[in-house]
């Protein structure tokens, strides 16, 4: 056996197969060490003949090296899943391993090939991103993988590195978002390494080294060459800098004392406001005692009760909007609060808390009323970031040194409430799964046609569901000319309060909506959903995608002549089937 390809995964069945399939034709085994898939990794992997091993993660190169330790060939080619080879350095790596393993004074002959990435969509020829050479190819035995991040091969005696043709291809940043998860992952683990050794940089140098890492990546290595993109790497590279650097400062500094009440306010829609229970979640675990009450207009309290974490629901009263000066502050006042977070700048909200003297007042600085009445800021674009809403309020505790992981994206923010008895006698009823379809959207986001919903509902009565239609009461006579006459599709159009959709909601087996509350609501409970996107602003996932442990999102790439999500019937109903197989 000559050539092992060696790949560690977790979670990568969007990335694995292509590179899987540009491996087959020059390898002798490919192993997949899995650190815990939940997804189809480990099925794409088998499928395609490699070998899988299951692991736990003990970080990059610990991981690597234990992966390393299975192969079975004479030469190791160790690639990520995100990458890819080209029939050039296919040709190439052959071309290597067909000659000797030492050169004739004894040296290993290691393979060094460039990295070519793909930034959403365009690749990167500049930029300091390429040429990215990087040592993949060696013989078994002769390296060990070192470091926490950006880890490298170190050789035992004497090497001789030898360029190979062509590149692989690096397809890590399919979209922006996935390029600040990035940054998150790698600036938490680079500052946890450098707390450990000792480090204390001041916020002077890493002032410089942002200004440094910009014009190192714009000007020096040509990203200019690369146009926009080159522009938004330099941006966004100078902003990682900075990123890390702030949260080595935290770890230095210890966090600061644990605030006794904390306000979190979200004055706008539904679902702008379920996006937001992360910030309840991750301030209940980095200090259990903490008292946080949730303030938010009068439409949302039956949904801000069912919020998981949240000790008290204020409700935000047209009074109070009138003169925030007056019953707002007096309000606020009472509560006693520390610390209020304001998730949506709304102005007469942040006045409230100004007059009403909380002493630490968050929200964003892009904002006038951010800008006169907070006293701690967070600069985010959110409308260019390509960073999810959650993630942009999760933002704000970086003031407290509260730094949250990415379990927010799998986590329920709701607890499922009461049905009521006719309700729940209903649901006791039935003897099939209950799958839930939401047609409208309130316009608040691209919707799909109701001739397509009308449809999808038909094809999953067909495969054995009872089909309900959720919605208000004129959404429900607008959709009636459209829904089959059957009896296994129900009109439950107008029928039920906030709390008691949330309640059939909670006992469904799938909910199928646009990106509308509902839709959220459902994904918090835990319910399995299928959410309908579209490609931009404003209904795009990358931003609005909900939070749940099982979400599956459809995006449509272009939208019908009139607007709508421009979606096949046969692509949901996929999508539908796999989240209904999940709960069966």
Avoid at 210 to 239: E, N, Y
Avoid at 471 to 491: C, L, N, W, Y
Avoid at 494 to 523: C, K, N
Wanted: hydrophobic share 45%.
């Amino acid at each position: 056996m000559r050539l092992s390809v060696v790949v560690i995964t977790r979670n990568e069945e969007r990335n694995l197969p292509r590179l899987l399939d540009s491996v087959r034709d020059v390898a002798d085994e490919i192993i997949v060490f899995d650190s815990g898939s939940t997804d189809a990794t480990v099925a794409l992997a088998k499928a395609a003949g490699a070998r899988v091993v299951s692991c736990d993660w003990k970080g990059w190169s610990a991981t690597k090296n234990e992966a390393n330790a299975e192969a079975r060939g004479q030469w190791i080619l160790s690639l990520d899943a995100d990458e890819a080879l080209t029939a050039r350095s296919r040709a190439a790596i052959l071309n290597h391993i067909d000659g000797p393993i030492r050169t004739t004074n004894g040296a290993w002959r290691v393979g060094e090939i460039n990295r070519l990435t793909n930034y959403c969509g365009r690749w990167v020829r500049y930029s300091g991103w390429h040429p990215d050479r990087k040592v993949r190819l060696w013989p078994s035995g002769a390296g060990r993988w070192h470091g926490a991040i950006h880890e490298q091969v170190a050789f035992e005696g004497a090497v001789e590195v030898i360029r190979l043709h062509g590149v692989v291809e690096h397809h890590s940043y399919p979209t922006a978002a996935s390029h600040l998860a990035q940054i998150e992952r790698f600036g938490q683990v680079w500052a946890e390494d450098r707390h450990a050794h000792g480090d204390r940089p001041s916020r002077t140098l890493a002032c410089l080294k942002v200004a440094a890492q910009w014009m190192k990546t714009f000007v020096v290595k040509l990203g200019v060459l690369d146009g926009r993109t080159g522009w938004v790497i330099a941006r966004r590279s100078a902003w990682a800098t900075w990123r890390k650097h702030a949260r080595l400062r935290a770890l230095n500094e210890g966090g600061i004392p644990p605030a006794r009440r904390v306000l979190v306010t979200r004055t706008d829609a539904l679902g702008d406001l379920v996006v937001t229970l992360p910030i309840v979640r991750a301030l209940k675990e980095a200090h259990p005692a903490v008292q946080v009450d949730l303030l938010v207009r009068g439409y949302a309290v039956p949904l801000a009760i069912q919020a998981i974490g949240v000790d008290r629901v204020v409700e935000w009263t047209a009074d109070m909007a009138a003169r925030p000066g007056g019953a707002g502050a007096k309000a606020l006042r009472k509560g006693e609060y520390d610390v209020s977070i304001h998730a949506f700048p709304d102005a007469a909200v942040l006045k409230a808390a100004h007059q009403a003297g909380i002493p630490m007042r968050i929200a964003t600085g892009r904002r006038w009323s951010g800008l006169r009445h907070a006293n701690h800021r967070v600069w985010d674009s959110r409308r260019e970031s390509g960073g999810h809403e959650a993630w942009h309020g999760l933002r704000l505790l970086l003031p407290l040194h509260i730094d949250p992981d990415l379990g927010y994206r799998t986590a329920c923010g709701l607890e499922a409430p009461e049905a009521d008895p006719d309700l729940r006698a209903q649901l006791d009823s039935m003897d099939r799964p209950l799958a839930l379809l939401h047609p409208g959207s309130h316009g608040s986001a691209g919707n799909w046609p109701p001739a397509q919903f009308a449809e999808l509902s038909a094809r999953l009565a067909d495969a054995g569901c009872i089909v309900g239609l959720t919605g208000t009461a004129m959404e429900q006579e607008a959709f009636s000319r459209f829904r089959p006459v059957r009896e296994d599709v129900i009109d439950f159009g107008g029928h039920f309060d906030l709390t008691q959709l949330m309640a059939i909601q909670a006992s469904a087996a799938l909910v199928v909506a646009s990106s509308t509350g509902p839709l959220h609501t459902a994904a918090a409970l835990g319910t399995p959903c299928v959410g309908l996107y579209g490609p931009a602003a404003p209904e795009w996932a990358e931003r609005w995608a909900p939070l749940g442990p099982s979400v599956r999102v459809c995006t449509a790439e272009t939208q019908t002549p009139d607007g709508a999500l421009d979606l096949s019937v046969e692509d949901v109903l996929e999508a539908c089937l796999s989240q209904l197989r999940r709960v069966q």
